[in-house]
């Protein structure tokens, strides 16, 4: 293992190549025309709108075309087609082209420091055995498969839901790990923090369930649960006395992988003293309990006798926390006065007036208490100055200021970075709007300000922090539903888009019977980001753990080609056993050659199978554009002659993702097609994926 120094925040983004860019903005224009279509649709047909609760998943149906739209719809495709570019070279961009260079050089997975910036190579056997040591240490095997089981009681809820056809299976991401570089013995001995990004998306849905119960829970019971610093910050200046009390501190070791089931079921039973529980909430909030971390696609299973787990990726391992914490104050209020005591997730801070026997004797009984949870707990108690979340509270002087980790020098965004400039603009302000709500007056502020602005300067800003406390009053603003368009920003497109953009939407709109419902008021451009660095080291970890014969699967099978006459009567040149590519078919007649863009998921010797097919039975002349154009020139007796190629290879719909790459690359190629005789059509821009139906709960309703 060896340290990877990265000497800027990996927040920053690079410069994207043109092929990258375009295929966000395809991404992006494609939802927005999807809504626009949508919100039309309802617009003419009021009653055609179904009323009914989604949990935040969106319909797999693609929008109808509409008529009103099309010249629009075209303009539109028309203005993403000739986005424009240019050089960009500074400073920052040179030095990360450089460090992404030899990211994809390297061999090693590049894994992150626990708790700092830190970043490690490790080699893809030695980083597999720690990830495997890490797993086995606390799950075992899913012999029985029960994932399965699990999926299809997933598919029975969302069937009630009515929202089968929505959602996907369990995730089924691989586990990972991040080095706690932070221990005393490092690097002699080497502990790994194990992260499951694994889940069940049934867990969306209990969020919500749950956030609705710990509101009304919380507001039943008023105690202090926070959410943020400044409900600590709060807090703390309405205590009274300060000078007379000690801090009692606390921190629940591994909360959420440590409520077992009978605390869950005891907090149930509590809270339902302040709300009711209807069966549908309970059967979806249980369900989510069962989980899984994955390994070489291998399902794992917690080593206790039932699946039952809180993991912090969890849609609602938060909100349950919450639940439970809420459990867990009730309790301790026996014992601490309840505005004197309060909970974040997993951290607690109360305030006591206690002589040090006294204060020793509600040690013992707080310990006492969590282990009747089952809970591990650690205490610091009788002390006037503490650090919690991050600021630093004093009760002799009754001050709060900024807490930073000692060695943990703050690093920002710098002002070369990809991101849209609005951004950049805001940073400064953010930062100072940070630090003065956790300063209590101007001196703690300067006081505390000096690391943050030289980390400010280094970033390349040079604006001043400034304290500043003042409320602003809110403005009233109408209530108004804005449709967005939200185009990737970088630096190197030359193209005014959002200028354009709004410009199309006076052009086509202006003066139709839309008009009052597509103006500038209610259809907006605000740009969205490119993947940062961090996604780039992620992207790369990916590739090479699945070029790893223990881990994933190669894109190409054991065979390149199993044609019977070998390379020389293989349409593609010995490649035909290829999986998940974006090919092109050059169709050539009378010295006209006519081009046609389109994909394969599985081989592409199966889809060409399906080609021929198509060629040769008239009754499936209409199954493809490239068919239809074959059947009209042998309508004319006219020959014709057929070139294969792939263009492109791109992984096909992934839960993980949630994207079809193969789907979008397709799309981007098409409309960034320049040949003169394309025969794709733009509608196909907006074809609906159909490599995602495998992976809906729809596919496991029995």
Same mark, same amino acid.
């Given at each position: 293992?060896?340290?990877?120094?990265?000497?800027?925040?990996?927040?920053?983004?690079?410069?994207p %190549?043109?092929?990258q860019?375009?295929?966000?903005?395809?991404?992006?224009?494609?939802?927005?025309?999807?809504?626009?279509?949508?919100k039309? =649709?309802?617009?003419?047909?009021?009653?055609?709108?179904?009323?009914?609760?989604?949990? /935040?998943?969106?319909?797999?149906?693609?929008p109808?075309?509409?008529?009103?739209?099309?010249n629009?719809e075209?303009?539109?495709?028309?203005?993403?087609?000739?986005?424009?570019?240019?050089?960009?070279?500074?400073?920052?961009?040179?030095?990360?082209?450089?460090?992404?260079a030899?990211?994809?050089?390297?061999?090693?997975?590049? !894994?992150?420091a626990?708790?700092?910036?830190?970043?490690?190579r490790?080699?893809p056997?030695?980083?597999?055995k720690?990830?495997h *040591?890490?797993?086995t240490?606390?799950?075992?095997?899913?012999? *029985?498969n029960?994932?399965?089981?699990?999926?299809?009681?997933?598919?029975?809820?969302?069937?009630?839901?009515d929202?089968?056809?929505?959602v996907?299976?369990?995730?089924e991401?691989?586990?990972?790990i991040? !080095?706690?570089?932070?221990?005393?013995?490092?690097?002699?001995?080497?502990?790994?923090?194990?992260?499951n990004?694994?889940?069940?998306?049934?867990?969306?849905?209990?969020?919500?369930?749950?956030?609705? +119960? !710990?509101?009304?829970? @919380?507001?039943?019971?008023?105690?202090?649960q926070?959410?943020?610093?400044s409900?600590? +910050?709060?807090?703390?200046?309405?205590?009274?006395?300060?000078?007379?009390?000690?801090?009692?501190?606390?921190?629940?070791?591994s909360?959420?992988? #440590?409520?077992?089931?009978?605390?869950f079921?005891?907090?149930?039973q509590?809270?339902?003293?302040?709300?009711t529980?209807?069966?549908?909430?309970?059967?979806v909030?249980?369900?989510?309990?069962?989980?899984?971390?994955?390994?070489?696609?291998?399902?794992?299973?917690?080593?206790?006798?039932?699946?039952?787990?809180?993991?912090?990726?969890?849609?609602?391992?938060?909100?349950?926390?919450e639940?439970?914490?809420?459990?867990?104050?009730?309790?301790?209020?026996?014992?601490?006065?309840?505005?004197?005591?309060?909970?974040?997730?997993?951290?607690?801070?109360?305030?006591?007036?206690?002589?040090?026997?006294q204060?020793?004797? =509600?040690?013992?009984?707080?310990?006492?208490l969590?282990?009747?949870? %089952?809970?591990?707990?650690?205490?610091?108690?009788?002390?006037?100055?503490?650090?919690?979340?991050d600021?630093?509270?004093?009760?002799?002087? /009754?001050?709060? &200021?900024?807490?930073?980790?000692?060695?943990?020098?703050?690093?920002?965004?710098?002002?070369?970075?990809?991101?849209?400039?609005?951004?950049?603009?805001?940073?400064?302000?953010?930062?100072?709007?940070?630090?003065?709500?956790? #300063?209590?007056?101007?001196?703690?502020?300067?006081?505390?300000a000096?690391?943050?602005q030289?980390?400010l300067?280094?970033?390349?800003?040079?604006?001043?922090?400034?304290?500043?406390?003042?409320?602003?009053?809110?403005?009233r603003?109408?209530?108004?539903?804005?449709?967005?368009?939200n185009?990737?920003?970088?630096?190197?497109?030359?193209?005014?888009? %959002?200028?354009?953009?709004?410009?199309?939407?006076?052009?086509?709109?202006?003066?139709?019977?839309?008009k009052?419902?597509?103006?500038?008021?209610t259809?907006?451009?605000?740009?969205?980001?490119?993947?940062?660095?961090?996604? !780039?080291?992620?992207g790369?970890?990916?590739?090479?753990?699945?070029?790893?014969?223990?881990?994933?699967?190669?894109?190409?099978?054991k065979?390149?080609?199993?044609?019977?006459?070998?390379?020389?009567?293989?349409?593609?040149?010995?490649?035909?056993?290829? @999986?998940?590519?974006?090919?092109?078919?050059?169709?050539?007649?009378?010295?006209?050659?006519?081009?046609? +863009?389109?994909l394969?998921?599985?081989?592409?010797?199966e889809?060409?199978?399906?080609h021929?097919s198509?060629?040769?039975n008239?009754?499936? &002349?209409?199954?493809t554009?490239?068919?239809?154009?074959?059947?009209?020139?042998?309508?004319?007796g006219?020959?014709?002659?057929?070139?294969?190629?792939?263009?492109?290879?791109?992984?096909?719909?992934?839960?993980?993702?949630?994207?079809?790459?193969?789907?979008?690359?397709?799309?981007?190629? +098409?409309?960034?097609?320049?040949?003169?005789?394309p =025969?794709?059509?733009?509608?196909?821009?907006?074809g609906?994926?159909?490599?995602?139906?495998?992976f809906?709960?729809?596919?496991?309703?029995?």
């Amino acid at each position: 293992m060896q340290p990877f120094n990265i000497n800027y925040s990996t927040k920053n983004i690079p410069i994207p %190549g043109k092929l990258q860019y375009m295929k966000k903005l395809v991404q992006q224009g494609e939802h927005f025309i999807s809504r626009l279509r949508w919100k039309t =649709l309802f617009i003419q047909n009021p009653t055609s709108k179904q009323q009914k609760e989604t949990y /935040g998943f969106k319909t797999t149906n693609s929008p109808p075309q509409i008529k009103e739209l099309k010249n629009f719809e075209e303009d539109f495709f028309s203005l993403l087609k000739n986005v424009q570019f240019r050089p960009v070279n500074n400073t920052l961009q040179s030095e990360m082209k450089k460090d992404i260079a030899k990211i994809q050089e390297s061999e090693d997975i590049i !894994v992150s420091a626990d708790k700092s910036r830190q970043k490690y190579r490790i080699p893809p056997q030695e980083y597999n055995k720690m990830v495997h *040591d890490n797993i086995t240490s606390q799950y075992r095997k899913d012999a *029985d498969n029960s994932i399965l089981t699990t999926n299809s009681a997933a598919a029975a809820i969302a069937k009630k839901l009515d929202i089968e056809d929505r959602v996907d299976k369990f995730t089924e991401s691989e586990a990972f790990i991040t !080095v706690k570089d932070h221990k005393i013995n490092f690097p002699t001995k080497l502990q790994c923090r194990l992260i499951n990004p694994a889940k069940s998306n049934i867990g969306r849905v209990s969020k919500e369930m749950l956030s609705n +119960i !710990v509101i009304h829970v @919380q507001s039943a019971t008023g105690s202090n649960q926070w959410r943020n610093t400044s409900n600590v +910050i709060n807090w703390f200046d309405e205590l009274e006395a300060k000078p007379f009390l000690t801090f009692f501190k606390f921190d629940i070791v591994s909360f959420y992988p #440590s409520i077992t089931k009978k605390l869950f079921s005891d907090t149930i039973q509590w809270a339902s003293q302040f709300y009711t529980f209807s069966e549908e909430e309970l059967e979806v909030i249980q369900h989510a309990r069962e989980s899984y971390i994955f390994s070489n696609g291998q399902p794992w299973i917690k080593k206790a006798e039932e699946n039952f787990d809180v993991t912090m990726g969890a849609f609602d391992g938060a909100e349950l926390c919450e639940l439970v914490g809420l459990y867990v104050l009730s309790k301790l209020e026996n014992h601490i006065n309840q505005k004197h005591i309060g909970l974040y997730r997993d951290d607690g801070l109360a305030v006591v007036n206690l002589p040090g026997p006294q204060v020793e004797n =509600l040690r013992k009984k707080i310990f006492k208490l969590f282990q009747t949870f %089952g809970l591990s707990v650690t205490i610091e108690a009788n002390i006037k100055s503490t650090e919690f979340l991050d600021v630093f509270l004093e009760l002799e002087t /009754g001050i709060y &200021r900024p807490f930073m980790k000692a060695n943990n020098v703050p690093v920002y965004v710098h002002a070369q970075s990809n991101h849209p400039q609005t951004i950049k603009n805001q940073l400064p302000k953010m930062i100072s709007k940070r630090l003065s709500n956790l #300063s209590s007056s101007s001196e703690v502020f300067n006081s505390a300000a000096p690391p943050y602005q030289n980390a400010l300067k280094q970033s390349g800003y040079a604006e001043q922090l400034q304290y500043s406390k003042e409320d602003q009053p809110q403005k009233r603003k109408r209530s108004r539903k804005i449709l967005w368009f939200n185009p990737p920003y970088s630096q190197s497109v030359k193209t005014n888009l %959002g200028a354009k953009f709004l410009f199309l939407i006076d052009k086509h709109f202006g003066k139709s019977n839309l008009k009052k419902y597509f103006n500038r008021k209610t259809v907006k451009v605000s740009y969205s980001c490119m993947p940062n660095m961090e996604a !780039v080291i992620s992207g790369h970890n990916r590739k090479v753990l699945c070029s790893s014969p223990e881990v994933g699967i190669p894109s190409i099978t054991k065979k390149d080609c199993n044609c019977r006459g070998g390379v020389p009567s293989c349409p593609l040149q010995g490649k035909c056993l290829t @999986q998940s590519v974006i090919y092109k078919a050059d169709v050539t007649v009378d010295n006209k050659t006519s081009s046609y +863009i389109g994909l394969a998921s599985n081989t592409f010797k199966e889809r060409y199978t399906n080609h021929i097919s198509s060629f040769n039975n008239e009754k499936h &002349r209409e199954s493809t554009t490239l068919s239809k154009y074959i059947w009209e020139n042998k309508d004319q007796g006219k020959n014709f002659q057929i070139r294969w190629s792939i263009i492109s290879s791109q992984p096909a719909y992934s839960p993980n993702s949630g994207t079809c790459h193969l789907c979008l690359m397709e799309k981007t190629l +098409i409309l960034t097609s320049n040949h003169p005789n394309p =025969l794709n059509k733009k509608s196909e821009l907006m074809g609906k994926c159909r490599h995602r139906r495998k992976f809906l709960l729809s596919a496991f309703v029995t």
